[in-house]
């Protein structure tokens, strides 16, 4: 994740960092500490559950075992619960603020028969353990329970996001500085979340009619209003949104995997989870309605593994459906910047007897210390009704119109006339006053000046109405060729235009004394951001500037300063003049092509040159139009106003690229024609992560010089780079077909979480296995061909390109990734072709990735 995506995301909240914690006073108010009555020495019990008896008002304990209570109600008596230990009721003085400290006895609960032997806790098993036996069931029955099980669905969804400033104290806004925000300082919520003061400061809500048809399968949402707090141009309102979204995704705990955090939990009915889980009768419970409900505790066998722990509630009936369902994360589980976290299922029973979700209540307390009050709080809550089940609709119904996914400004717009009587769930009167208070923040002059700067400080741009300046980490950079070089440039952005887009840069090298520069225009053909899904424009650029032969820039500009120290030898570029003329079209099947039509004149720089049978080529020319296909089934964005990023997903994504170059066209010097082909997919593995993997392979048609075959990416840079081969030298290998294979595994600390020092350390592990098989035809080779141009050498004459023999390239690594919560580390290690010149067969390879 780049600087600029990452501040996109989280600018809103920087700065608000500059608030630090305390609670609103209620009439009744109870404060005190959980301790286990089971050991020696009384130790704080973390994550117990503490509320006032008979209400919804609860909350877990911190660390050490700290929990805090206030009210309006009349309420005289507290309860606290933890799963194998008996509830303890304690009456309190109603009115006053109190200390109640609460000491917790461990409960013996008997399944069948309980045997003790030598004064030893039985041992956990599977066999013949009755909980186990009923989550079978469930698990066999859970396709059933599905709603997809039905022919035809609807309902009716609301969905609310907030998120907030956990603990903020009330003095702060007495403070000088923020005496001008006291309006918004002042708008706490203390109701949601029992003992925590809440200060909202995102808001998002959204209501859809869902329909699904499961022959020919089909499903539809129609959005019929949405809304979000509005920060201002600066600042990305609905990129914030998207990310947040993706953060708290929508719970379904008849999944395999549940992800949530950016991180895929293993749900405890999963058809693996009782390896993972241990579950516990502990109750057994009579509904309103004489019905019987199995208590049903579960807790991770490790405790740092991406696992849930709390409790099911299962109808003792044919269905064996989950009626209720809260789930936990233990205090010790490897999950960056997470307090604590808790979901909330309420499930309803539809008249033929099953049991239909009508309640995800999803909490998450975010801080960078634990044992801290204060931090952020995000809330998500999805309210479902009106479900109708087995009622046929006409087709269109199922069946997505055009452009349905771009909201139209009447849906973006609602009265709030409609919100009253469409909303299925209810504001706190803090949430009620956050729209007006954010907008009249967004005009104040203050907050425009503090934004701007850490847009500058974060994002790398100065912004401008209507255009930006940036991005800063390229205005200073240095190479062996141009030395010390400057660049400045900037682009507009949609508030001048959701037509008409413009990018610009020039930079000038001191060394070489050439400038370059670049620019483009782009024309919106469906009066859409260009930045946003569906994409369908015209573009428009010119570019000079250098690039080194084989290396891949997807995601970094090449002029980006921390680019400029590599390893080895490095002094092989190439001066560069690319016209350019593209059309994009996406379709909402996320089906897309592009064709692009390219002039490309490259030139030698530094010590590389062209050179044939007669003699040195000052200049190479080509003109060629390229067709790319793409096909990304249910692919989601980070959508924002002036970028997107792909979120990983497990579809897979397949491209195919035609490229066809024409001879004596602009110039042109060569007929030819190369395919390319990629698929990347990313694969969950329940508790052993996931593996990023991509199989590409391409083939040339037709005589050209090396510059124009595939010259495979080389990374010389110390950056772990994962789409290149990180010990490969720039223009070490060429090719005119090729295949190969790219495997990154983020194991997220699943054997790391069983040894204690790197268990404390919440270290997790990678590997990565990369390969490439490649020939060069005789066609293509200048050793037979006099007239192509000569492979490259030294200056001793020892070659530097080489042709892939029938032996692979190979490469791997192992390493360690979550080092502060953002840096990787990977051992590198070089397989074969060690015998070239300048070959490193190890290395040490570093990367910046903040993650959950």
Request: avoid cysteine; charged fraction near 20%.
């Amino acid at each position: 994740m780049d600087f600029k995506s990452l501040y996109r995301k989280f600018s809103f909240i920087a700065f608000l960092l500059f608030f630090t914690s305390a609670l609103f006073a209620q009439s009744t108010r109870v404060t005190g500490v959980v301790t286990d009555g089971g050991t020696k020495n009384n130790e704080p019990m973390p994550f117990v559950t503490v509320g006032f008896a008979a209400t919804t008002i609860a909350g877990p304990t911190d660390n050490d075992g700290r929990y805090s209570l206030a009210t309006s109600r009349q309420v005289t008596q507290i309860k606290a619960s933890f799963i194998g230990y008996k509830d303890v009721i304690i009456n309190i003085v109603p009115g006053k603020a109190q200390v109640v400290n609460i000491r917790m006895i461990p409960s013996q609960q008997e399944l069948n028969e309980v045997e003790i032997k030598s004064g030893k806790k039985p041992r956990y098993r599977n066999k013949g353990n009755p909980a186990v036996e009923l989550i079978r069931q469930v698990i066999a029955h859970r396709e059933l329970n599905r709603p997809e099980h039905y022919n035809y669905v609807e309902y009716k969804e609301y969905d609310k996001m907030q998120f907030s400033i956990a603990n903020l104290s009330s003095k702060i806004a007495e403070k000088k500085f923020f005496k001008k925000y006291k309006f918004v300082l002042d708008n706490r919520d203390s109701t949601t979340v029992p003992g925590t003061s809440l200060l909202p400061v995102f808001l998002d809500e959204k209501i859809s009619q869902y329909y699904y048809r499961k022959n020919p399968e089909k499903e539809r949402t129609v959005v019929l209003g949405q809304r979000n707090v509005d920060f201002g141009g600066a600042i990305d309102n609905e990129g914030i949104g998207q990310f947040f979204k993706y953060m708290y995704n929508k719970v379904d705990i008849y999944d395999n995997s549940i992800n949530l955090i950016t991180n895929n939990f293993l749900s405890p009915i999963a058809n693996g989870a009782p390896t993972f889980y241990k579950y516990f009768i502990s109750d057994t419970i009579t509904t309103e309605d004489n019905k019987k409900l199995v208590e049903l505790s579960f807790t991770p066998r490790n405790t740092q593994d991406l696992l849930f722990q709390g409790k099911i509630y299962i109808t003792l009936d044919s269905n064996y459906a989950v009626q209720k369902a809260q789930l936990g994360i233990n205090k010790n589980i490897n999950l960056n910047f997470v307090k604590s976290m808790t979901v909330n299922l309420d499930f309803e029973k539809s008249p033929d007897g099953r049991y239909h979700l009508s309640k995800s209540n999803t909490l998450a307390d975010f801080g960078t210390n634990k044992k801290k009050s204060g931090g952020f709080f995000g809330v998500r809550t999805l309210t479902y009704k009106n479900y109708v089940v087995n009622k046929p609709q006409v087709d269109t119904a199922y069946v997505a119109k055009p452009d349905e996914s771009e909201l139209s400004e009447e849906v973006k717009h609602r009265s709030e006339q409609f919100w009253t009587q469409n909303r299925l769930d209810t504001l706190t009167t803090a949430e009620s006053k956050v729209y007006k208070n954010i907008d009249s923040l967004s005009h104040m002059k203050s907050f425009q000046r503090t934004v701007d700067i850490l847009t500058l400080l974060f994002a790398g741009y100065k912004t401008f109405p209507g255009f930006e300046i940036g991005p800063s980490n390229t205005f200073y950079s240095f190479n062996p060729v141009e030395g010390l070089k400057l660049r400045f440039g900037g682009r507009t952005t949609p508030e001048l235009s959701k037509r008409y887009y413009f990018e610009t840069y020039g930079a000038y090298g001191f060394k070489d004394k050439k400038w370059k520069g670049f620019l483009s225009a782009t024309y919106s053909l469906n009066d859409k951001s260009i930045y946003k899904f569906p994409q369908n424009y015209l573009r428009a650029s010119f570019q000079r500037d250098t690039k080194i032969p084989g290396a891949a820039l997807q995601f970094v500009q090449q002029d980006n300063f921390l680019l400029s120290f590599k390893r080895g030898v490095n002094d092989k570029y190439l001066y560069n003049d690319f016209y350019k003329f593209e059309y994009m079209h996406e379709y909402e099947s996320h089906f897309s092509y592009q064709l692009l039509l390219k002039k490309w004149t490259q030139s030698p720089a530094g010590s590389l040159y062209f050179i044939n049978n007669t003699g040195k080529i000052n200049d190479l020319t080509t003109s060629e139009a390229t067709l790319t296909l793409r096909y990304a089934p249910n692919e989601k964005f980070f959508q924002g106003k002036i970028y997107r990023r792909p979120i990983p997903g497990p579809d897979p994504i397949m491209s195919l690229d035609y490229t066809q170059g024409f001879k004596n066209v602009f110039g042109g010097a060569y007929n030819y024609r190369t395919v390319h082909m990629r698929i990347d997919k990313r694969t969950y593995l329940s508790q052993f992560g996931y593996v990023d993997g991509f199989i590409e392979g391409g083939k040339t048609f037709g005589q050209v010089p090396y510059p124009l075959l595939t010259i495979f990416r080389a990374n010389q840079s110390f950056n772990y780079d994962l789409y290149s081969y990180n010990l490969m030298n720039f223009l070490e290998f060429v090719s005119d077909q090729y295949i190969s294979i790219n495997l990154d595994q983020h194991f997220m600390g699943f054997f790391f979480n069983k040894i204690p020092l790197l268990k404390a350390l919440k270290l997790r592990e990678v590997a990565s296995f990369k390969a490439i098989y490649g020939q060069l035809s005789n066609n293509n080779n200048p050793v037979l061909h006099p007239s192509l141009y000569q492979f490259p050498v030294t200056s001793t004459g020892e070659p530097i390109t080489y042709s892939l023999g029938s032996t692979p390239y190979v490469e791997g690594s192992v390493g360690v990734e979550n080092i502060f919560k953002f840096i990787r580390v990977d051992a590198v290690k070089r397989f074969n072709y060690l015998d070239h010149p300048n070959v490193s067969p190890f290395g040490i390879r570093v990367r910046a990735k903040f993650d959950f």
